[in-house]
């Protein structure tokens, strides 16, 4: 087998400026910087304003927990609701009303009317907005480029995210000094048109789509917890992801009460701590394709982990601003280094169909360890001091990297998960309604006896495929009474969901079925149906 470290792929090696030859990529990546800007000139603000209003450290933690809390709570039914709805449509709406609640935070900045309080629940409804919309601005990235620029594209965001990250909180501190308080969060409100704008430009191509009614909500949330559980990339990332966010978030956590308590600066000083990091992240993403391909996926993001624990330990023992400023730099770094990583891993595990679902359990795994490590930050700084709470965070974050090693993630390149549409439709002698249910599937093999152990592997990594696209119950039985007789059964909670299962099938998906027949001693294995059996009403 291949060296799961190493990455041959073109895609992930390509510098990621190569995504900008594709204007609609670069209308949409420009509009998303512009209100980026000003959503993390309204983060610096608010975690500046929360230290005039309250700053016991728990207190300023909390604004951070407040932002990450909703997209743990949200992002999955959002993902749900963008495999199922036009994102398009669905992001304008959702953009139109984050305008509306920005403004009305800024309102009340302006006439000195927040509390602590009313800063969190404005927090709140906004990183509620900001939940609803990401796994729709993730998914709509492989409509943008083509799939050999998808790595690019993937980085290209990144690179976006870290360079608002750079300007908008300095630009903030400097403004809060200039104008006051008030004025990033007008900003905040004022940006978000770009994004509208940028999306009432761009029209999204017709598809020919699958001419089956869109999955129902609750149904398209179970297939998608069953499809993470049974997707083996998709899974080892998430788990990587946890063990990196959760000691990561401290320093996201803390860094207003080390510039303000420790450090002794002002605004100016927290804005320019964000803003190295975003410059960081920026510096390190030009790194990217050249560590990616010495290192592999699985080593860079245990480098980015190392960078990180050792950035806690200079912010823990930070006194002075360079010392500061050093360690943000390299948080910068590590942060891209591990994010775009794990990011092209979640990517590249997921077939379009999921592609929302995939994407909002990342975001949903990515803020509930922010946020719940926000909070374990905050609680240890108040009883054990800012130091010793950064120290226990960068021990842990190298503990978490030797205990998920054997997680791999995936390589930039992946299967080819386009749709094989090999599986022709079932001939059914009755008449079977779309929600009939539950439908039960048997597929036959005569197997040589020589070939039975590889078959038996292989039909269970088949499996794991049939669960993933949706069926439970899988198993497989062999026949007592006749050697070389198998039989494979699985179930599907409705007739339309079958049906479903016909199209998900990926070509990566067909190798292996393929390799499955070239097993038997018969031409074909028989399928046959089964639905639940119901009285005809008279």
């Not at 998303?32 to 450290?57: E, F, I, K």
């Not at 992240?281 to 245990?302: E, N, Q, T, Y």
């Not at 079925?513 to 005809?536: N, S």
């Amino acid at each position: 087998m291949p060296d799961a470290n190493a990455d041959s792929s073109p895609a992930v090696q390509v510098s990621p400026w190569i995504a900008f030859r594709h204007e609609t990529f670069t209308v949409v990546w420009l509009a998303t910087v512009v209100a980026n800007v000003g959503t993390w000139m309204y983060n610096a603000a608010s975690g500046w304003l929360m230290t005039s209003l309250d700053a016991d450290p728990l207190t300023v933690s909390l604004v951070q927990v407040a932002s990450n809390l909703p997209m743990f709570l949200f992002a999955l039914p959002a993902g749900a609701l963008a495999d199922i709805i036009d994102k398009r449509r669905f992001l304008i709406a959702a953009e139109i009303i984050l305008t509306v609640v920005a403004a009305g935070s800024a309102v009340l900045v302006a006439l000195n009317l927040v509390t602590p309080s009313i800063l969190l629940l404005f927090t709140f409804l906004l990183g509620a907005g900001a939940a609803f919309t990401a796994p729709a601005w993730q998914s709509v990235v492989p409509e943008l480029v083509p799939k050999q620029d998808l790595a690019a594209a993937v980085a290209s965001n990144g690179v976006g995210v870290n360079i608002s990250r750079a300007i908008g909180p300095a630009l903030g501190g400097v403004i809060i000094g200039g104008l006051g308080i008030a004025a990033p969060f007008w900003i905040n409100a004022i940006s978000n048109f770009a994004v509208i704008g940028a999306l009432l430009w761009w029209h999204t191509p017709s598809s020919k789509g699958s001419g089956l009614p869109p999955e129902r909500l609750i149904s398209a949330l179970v297939i998608g917890f069953r499809h993470a559980r049974y997707n083996q990339g998709l899974r080892a990332t998430l788990i990587r992801a946890v063990a990196f966010f959760f000691f990561a978030s401290a320093y996201w956590a803390l860094l207003p009460l080390v510039a303000r308590n420790q450090i002794t600066g002002g605004p100016t000083l927290y804005g320019l701590l964000l803003g190295a990091i975003g410059l960081g992240a920026v510096v390190g993403a030009f790194g990217l394709p050249v560590l990616r391909k010495a290192l592999g996926p699985d080593r860079l993001v245990a480098v980015g982990t190392l960078g990180t624990a050792l950035c806690l330990i200079l912010l823990g023992a930070a006194r002075y601003p360079a010392l500061g400023l050093g360690a943000c730099l390299l948080a910068g770094v590590s942060w891209i280094a591990a994010i775009a990583t794990l990011n092209v891993s979640v990517q590249v595990s997921l077939p379009d169909w999921v592609r929302g679902r995939g994407l909002a359990m990342f975001v949903t795994v990515f803020f509930g360890a922010m946020t719940a490590g926000s909070a374990l930050w905050g609680q240890l700084a108040s009883g054990l001091g800012l130091p010793m709470a950064h120290f226990i965070a960068a021990a842990g974050a190298i503990a978490g990297a030797v205990l998920t090693w054997r997680w791999k993630l995936q390589p930039g390149a992946g299967g080819d998960l386009a749709p094989s549409m090999h599986w022709p439709a079932p001939i059914l002698a009755i008449d079977a309604d779309a929600d009939r249910g539950p439908v039960l599937v048997t597929i036959e093999y005569l197997i040589a006896a020589e070939k039975r152990e590889a078959f038996i592997a292989t039909v269970r990594e088949l499996g794991q495929q049939r669960q993933r696209d949706g069926a439970y119950a899988w198993d497989l039985f062999e026949d007592a009474g006749e050697s070389g007789r198998f039989l494979e059964t699985f179930m599907v909670v409705s007739w339309i969901e079958h049906l479903r299962q016909h199209e998900r099938v990926t070509n990566a998906d067909r190798i292996i079925q393929d390799c499955i027949r070239e097993f038997g001693a018969t031409a074909e294995p028989k399928v046959t149906h089964f639905v639940a059996a119901k009285l005809r009403s008279n």
